[in-house]
């Protein structure tokens, strides 16, 4: 019996899946064609790692060949040993020495129908005229850019500019607050931002210059902020510098310089960093090594995903996320495929936009969040069916769990009119592609991610590390280190070593899981106060922050709560101060707060004032007791209680 504190949805989960749905068989044209045996790899990577690793790394450009696969010291691991490599060499320099020189490495289109293309070869020199504008600014090997910026060419630009001379990129959601982007900024130590001016959603304009300015104002270590200014709409108010460290990003570079040579790099320097939320509060910059992340991604694309050259491949992340950095950007153009990208709403400026798209650009496979599917089934079967979308073999959901309902939808409706096939999976930002997945030569289980890819020791344990009985629920664990998982915390290595030390011996990835006796797994939601609102990870110690730095609240707790589209909303409480009156008005002031604070994604769904909030004798908030109350469940045991 598992001695873990399952949540009661968590419970109700697994007794659904006790029921048990029909699978999905496979997809027999998909199954001919799939990247790779199944069962052959599992068994070779689970007897060796360190030859199938070395393997999987001879698909990657090495500038000094690597001497030593792995080093691994508990808890720590570095990859690749004496290996030196530039990711840009192998995402855009291999392809332009190719015969993909003018295949299109990018097709953007914005919310508006504007549309652009870059082969690689254009790539390539957008890439290298940003980089040495760089460098004339005095970024060097190490040093440390923040991107704040929308999913735009400029963006992925940008990123890669970053990794040609070594440097260390940190794309920040351009939907966060000020005050999340300037602890992003001070952790990090850039000398750098780069900002665009305006990211568009909805047919709206939301600023983002002034969040920046906001962000640094008194930050005198930033001796740089590069603007992308798109260029005003009708209604927008014109960007102007207000500061000698503001410089224009198309300014800065010079038409005609566009070689810039890589920097090459150790296989264990960091690629990027990217911030997550934690329990504490404070986000953690998880970074990911150069060596072993391009290792990992170029294989899972190709493994998992089944995108090859030839594919027209959407994922309709952000930059922001890790999504974004593994399968926008460095994995898919790692194997020369042709990435296609939109800024915008999935649904905007109508239900069909996405459909008619994947129909005009004969888009192959797809990777979406399970909150999109929700979405697209909540307008109904007409608009998919308006559209041939005979190309889409393959669409992948992952980022939160994908409910059987909106699997079998989207089964029937959008994949390869009904001869694709729709997988889930399982990875987080710690661990940068997937360690669970659905491959198109299984059956899918709805509810349930998949197997252990090849090269993941995976277990559900107790927290003790005892593994559990299959149907029961646990910590999902991993027992050998992969090449493409964080290998420290940006200066906080003991924050790294955390993760290793909860359960002795594994990685613990802080969510709660279940296995049955074939070895499918099914992830029920996180262990710890983090909420995945949209597929968007967000420590309940952030909102609960922000809140209390509202002058009108003395403290607050944060739940959530189901929802039928996003998978978790946000509800808040809050105990406001003496004298304080309390109303419509307070309430928007608090939503108002924390969207400036910590951005939209962050901001509650509902607040409730109360007089006291549940406590133990100690004073610790009882957020279960809240949490049960607003669902009509019973809390269980209450005897810890205060009062």
Not at 8 to 18: D, E, K, M, S, Y
Not at 398 to 424: F, I, K, S, Y
Request: proline share 6%; charged share 20%; hydrophobic share 40%.
């Amino acid at each position: 019996m598992s001695d873990l504190d399952i949540s009661i949805t968590q419970q109700a989960t697994i007794a659904a899946l006790h029921k048990g749905e029909a699978a999905i068989p496979m997809r027999g044209w998909l199954a001919r064609q799939a990247a790779i045996n199944y069962e052959v790899e599992h068994a070779i990577a689970d007897e060796d790692p360190y030859s199938f690793w070395a393997d999987k790394a001879a698909a990657i450009e090495w500038h000094r060949p690597w001497s030593d696969v792995l080093h691994f010291d508990p808890p720590n691991h570095r990859w690749f040993v004496g290996g030196q490599l530039n990711a840009t060499v192998n995402c855009v320099d291999r392809h332009v020495h190719s015969d993909r020189r003018n295949k299109a490495a990018l097709i953007w289109v914005g919310e508006d129908g504007d549309e652009r293309t870059y082969t690689y070869n254009r790539l390539y020199r957008e890439m290298n005229r940003f980089a040495n504008a760089l460098k004339r600014l005095g970024v060097a090997k190490g040093d440390r850019v923040i991107l704040y910026m929308p999913l735009t060419p400029e963006g992925i630009i940008a990123m890669l500019a970053c990794a040609r001379i070594g440097a260390i990129h940190s794309v920040v959601y351009a939907g966060m607050g000020h005050a999340a982007l300037r602890t992003r900024i001070e952790d990090a130590g850039a000398r750098v931002v780069v900002c665009s001016d305006f990211t568009y959603r909805r047919g709206k304009a939301t600023a983002l210059k002034p969040i920046v300015d906001e962000a640094v104002r008194d930050l005198a270590f930033v001796d740089h902020v590069i603007v992308h200014r798109r260029g005003s709409r009708p209604g927008d108010a014109p960007v102007t510098f207000t500061s000698e460290r503001e410089k224009d990003f198309y300014d800065i570079q010079q038409g005609r310089d566009i070689h810039c040579p890589p920097e090459m790099v150790e296989a264990d320097h960091p690629l990027f960093i990217l911030y997550t939320s934690g329990t504490t509060g404070t986000p953690k910059g998880v970074v990911h090594a150069t060596g072993g992340y391009l290792v990992g991604v170029n294989y899972l694309s190709k493994a998992f995903f089944q995108i090859q050259e030839r594919d027209i491949y959407w994922s309709t992340s952000d930059i922001g996320w890790v999504v974004g950095h593994s399968f926008i950007v460095y994995g898919p153009m790692s194997i020369g495929a042709t990435v296609f990208c939109r800024e915008g709403a999935p649904d905007y400026p109508s239900a069909d936009v996405t459909w008619e798209i994947c129909e005009r650009f004969g888009v192959n496979v797809m990777f979406t969040a399970p909150t999109a599917v929700r979405m697209w089934m909540s307008h109904g079967a007409e608009a998919p069916a308006k559209y041939d979308l005979g190309r889409l073999r393959l669409m992948a959901c992952a980022g939160e769990p994908l409910n059987p309902e909106a699997h079998r939808w989207a089964q029937q409706h959008l994949v390869g009119q009904g001869n694709g096939m729709v997988v889930d999976n399982w990875w987080q930002t710690e661990i940068a592609a997937p360690v669970i997945g659905t491959l198109p030569t299984f059956e899918a289980r709805p509810g349930k991610a998949g197997k252990a890819m090849p090269g993941a020791r995976l277990a559900v344990v107790n927290r003790d590390g005892s593994p559990v009985a299959d149907g029961e629920g646990g910590l999902l664990v991993i027992r050998f280190p992969l090449p493409y998982m964080l290998t420290t915390v940006w200066n906080d290595h003991a924050r790294y070593e955390a993760y290793w030390q909860q359960v002795p011996g594994c990685y613990s990835a802080g969510d709660v899981a279940v296995r049955d006796r074939d070895g499918y797994i099914a992830v029920l939601g996180r262990a710890d106060d983090v909420l995945n609102v949209a597929g968007h990870r967000i420590g309940t110690a952030d909102i609960e922050g922000s809140l209390i730095r509202h002058p009108a609240v003395a403290e607050s707790a944060v739940v959530g709560l189901p929802d039928p589209i996003k998978g978790e909303r946000i509800r808040a409480y809050v105990v406001v101060r003496a004298g304080v009156a309390t109303g419509p008005g307070l309430i928007a002031s608090l939503k108002d707060h924390v969207r400036e604070d910590l951005g939209g994604i962050a901001t509650p769904a509902d607040i409730e004032v109360r007089a006291t909030l549940p406590k133990t004798r100690s004073g610790k908030i009882v957020r279960r007791a809240l949490k049960a109350e607003a669902l009509g469940h019973d809390p269980g045991d209450l005897s810890t209680l205060a009062d």
